[in-house]
């Protein structure tokens, strides 16, 4: 479970940056800068895991040049070649469910609606049980086995906590970050 748990915070980041990157794009072109979950409805399984598959492959030139002994590949390590291009089997098997930022609504993933104080207590979205097991930290009280997530935390308060609570992982979060950057400056993949 720790291994699917590190792919899974990471993959969160990543949609993050890349539906920034496609915000990027749009205001570019038209103008105006939508909201994340517009930005979001342009990608679907296919095109994640194709950009997954290409971050990876920019975070070797790192390795290449002998800055890094780690690759992303070290963490995404189950792709396998399918009709439409790579598929990293565990992110493409749970990415729709227990991502700590995003949920899918049906069609596309959104962004988990961040509430304020005052919001009606009905309409707050809780995380699944599934998304408890996996993200037990999100829990407001760790004695508690019945307290759910904080959803008055920002979304970057809350990937932070994920991953000052992995060891090791940011250094995967900061390859991520450098590899869509590189991505952003050499190509147009979006």
Not at 26 to 54: D, S, W
Not at 117 to 129: P, R
Not at 144 to 165: C, G, Q, R, V
């Amino acid at each position: 479970m720790c291994k699917l748990r590190r792919k899974m915070i990471v993959f969160d980041l990543l949609v993050e940056k890349w539906a920034e990157w496609q915000r990027e794009i749009i205001q570019e072109t038209k103008g105006q800068k939508p909201h994340i979950n517009e930005c979001l409805e342009k990608f679907n399984a296919v095109r994640f895991m194709k950009l997954l598959y290409f971050t990876c492959l920019e975070s070797c030139s790192d390795f290449v040049e002998g800055k890094s002994e780690n690759t992303l590949f070290d963490l995404f390590d189950d792709f396998l070649a399918y009709e439409k291009g790579p598929v990293e089997i565990d992110v493409y098997s749970y990415y729709r469910s227990i991502l700590p930022r995003y949920v899918f609504n049906g069609q596309f993933l959104i962004q988990k609606p961040i509430y304020h104080k005052d919001g009606d207590i009905n309409n707050k979205a809780a995380l699944i049980e599934e998304e408890l097991i996996i993200y037990p930290e999100l829990r407001k009280d760790q004695e508690s086995d019945t307290a759910i997530y904080d959803p008055f935390e920002s979304s970057e308060l809350l990937i932070k906590k994920l991953i000052d609570n992995e060891a090791n992982l940011e250094k995967y979060v900061q390859m991520a970050k450098e590899a869509v950057e590189r991505l952003k400056k050499s190509s147009l993949l979006l």
